[in-house]
């Protein structure tokens, strides 16, 4: 077991390991947890929605993200745009790039969710690079994002062996915290991966950076299984879903699909943030229904470890 | 004195003190770790050790001598001036030891292609070397600005058959160079390896590149030893991610009366974006203050909300906004103390250096020297200094051209 000086909360957070199945008594299930319950519910694919905010201005953002919601996305990822995003193709380092010269700051994306919260009650995760959260501290930067009414976080370039203090702080306000796992993660990480999330774990399709793409790699169903083995938190599939021919054979493998590049391709060719909302939207619902006539979770027995 | 054994750094995590440590997206821990396990495996062989030397003794041209700099000494009235002459290295520059090492590493896990970004281009050039030597096939990033002021360095490359990819992204300068190599890393991360130039990055790296470099003290220690019958007073390096620094410091960390000085580049002002000074704020520099970038918790120029800053440095080397974690780890202990020096002093010091000893040191390099002339009329006529003269200025002609 890990003894890492930076991993204080690992020990308290054993208990709450499957932390999916964690009883509802326990606290009140959050926004993320209420909707993967009503998706499986319906049997139907989620849709998750990654825009850059401040892309090309917060007041954009949003329009934007309204909209996408309103379109049928069961899920934001609030991108918080970051100088140096390695983890991203050009398609999000250039929405980066625009939101940082029209001035976006974390403070400034916090409001942000702020003045979605009025208007939406769609779960909203922040997407991060660790260093603007870290700058802000992260005891202020939960405090802050929770009573701004986001529901969690993801931090890029994060992995639980780094993220003890970050854990305490994120829970310690009722923000989810979501890790990734990914192709090259070996089993012993993804329990660990699966150990440190809360809310939903984000799987990295394919080794590489975000972008379009276009097909689905081959080893996917099978580095879903793998992962089932871990966690029975939902898992919500991103990296290079682009096209709704990806969404639609999803369905039997994950819980979500996780669209950002395809989404923000959408904002760049816009002529204005009116035009982004509408060609956003459009494109979300789209997706949506093809995660609604795709093939469903409930119909499938990749779903269900047993089978191994 | 508060000097640990050298040994003691990074701990099992890669941790520096509070610094380093492995800040990556998930798809790159487990191939970190396997350069973990794989460079662990090579430090206990006999057979790696005994191939690197070679390649060491015989491609790259080690030992390379302390030269008595005895005009300078008395030009300067001060100390008696040695110089570790890592820029008669093969392809000019300290950064063949941390190449070749890598390279044998990458043969080791039996990757085929190498990945690397440059500023200067002396890592480059170094690397793209290395991999035709022992036929492995080599990408290396660099951005447009330092492509454009280094030009002769991507002729170089290009020579030795390594693909150069020009990246126009952010600064367009060296860090921009290592987001690209991060980025193909994470996507070809199966049969690639990334040969990181600097002792920066993720765990295991800057352990990885000291341990290849501190060649470089050894040798110094073992021969200031025999000419002076005593340990050097001083040390004097430049500082971009610190790597011939920490490669010249190593064997003397646990001497506790050697005292060492790493120079960061001044540029042409303090303000933020004007300088790479990291570590020297209390001169005056603006915008450090420790955070995370490319996979380690270490000091960095940015801006108050966490976004990093631009820099500026007359050379390519030196003009990058983080600094190695062991180097944080140094500064903050005070076992080194770090300053800057300004555009202008390098190329004066360059100039002054070529004329008094025939030798045209590297812009980078030159930062030390310039540090060296100041501080020189201050010092005693009895101590001794060790400066590390990592690389040749040929690269920089160009730029010296203009100003002289």
Known sequence: ?308 | MTSAAPQSVPDSRGRYGPFGGRYVPETLVAPLEELERAYAEARADQSFQKELDDLFHNFAGRPTPLQFASRLTAQLAGPRIYLKREDLLHTGAHKINNALGQGLLALRMGKKRIIAETGAGQHGVATAAVAARLGLSCTIYMGTEDMERQRLNVFRMRLLGAEVTGVDSGSRTLKDAINEAMRDWVTNVRTSHYLLGSVLGAHPYPQIVRDFQKIIGEEAREQILRAEGRLPDHLFACVGGGSNAIGLFHAFLGDAKVKMLGVEAGGRGKSLGEHAARLAAAEGFAGARPGVLQGTYTYLLQTADGQISTTHSVSAGLDYPGVGPEHAWLAERGRVEYTAAGDGEAVEAARTLARIEGIVPALESAHAVAELIRRAPKMGKDEVVVLNLSGRGDKDMEILSRYV
């Not at chain 1, 940082?100 to 942000?112: H, I, K, P």
């Open chain 1, 1 to 308: 077991m890990s003894n890492s000086p930076t991993s204080k909360s690992s020990g308290e957070n054993v208990a709450s390991a499957r932390a999916g199945a964690r009883p509802a008594t326990e606290k009140h299930a959050g926004r993320i947890e209420r909707k993967f319950r009503a998706l499986a519910d319906a049997g139907e694919l989620g849709l998750i929605a990654y825009i850059t905010a401040g892309d090309p201005s917060l007041e954009a953002s949003a329009k934007i993200i309204v909209a996408a919601a309103e379109a049928g996305a069961d899920i934001i990822e609030i991108g918080v745009p970051f100088s140096d995003p390695v983890a991203d193709g050009p398609i999000i380092q250039r929405a980066s790039e625009r939101a940082l010269r029209s001035g976006t700051t974390l403070a400034g994306v916090l409001e942000l969710v702020r003045n979605l919260r009025t208007r939406t009650d769609v779960p909203l995760v922040l997407f991060s690079y660790f260093n603007p959260l870290l700058q802000m501290g992260l005891e202020k930067f939960a405090e802050a994002a929770a009573s701004a009414g986001a529901d969690g976080a993801l931090a890029t370039d994060l992995t639980p062996e780094e993220a003890g203090e970050y854990r305490t702080a994120l829970q310690g306000r009722g923000l989810d915290t979501i890790f990734l796992a990914a192709p090259t993660s070996t089993d012993e990480r993804l329990a660990r991966i699966a150990e440190a999330s809360t809310g939903f774990l984000y799987l990295v399709s394919r080794t590489g950076v975000t972008g379009t793409r276009e097909a689905l790699p081959e080893g996917l169903p099978a580095l879903a299984r793998r992962i089932r083995k871990f966690t029975t938190l939902p898992i919500a599939v991103g990296f290079g879903i682009s096209a709704p021919s990806h969404v639609s054979v999803l369905g039997g493998i994950a819980d979500a699909a996780v669209v950002g590049s395809a989404l923000v391709a959408e904002v760049e060719k816009a002529a204005s943030p009116d035009a982004a909302a509408i060609a956003v939207a459009a494109l979300v619902r789209v997706l949506k229904n093809a995660a609604r006539s795709g093939i469903s979770r409930r119909s499938n027995t990749l779903e269900i470890p047993a089978a191994e």
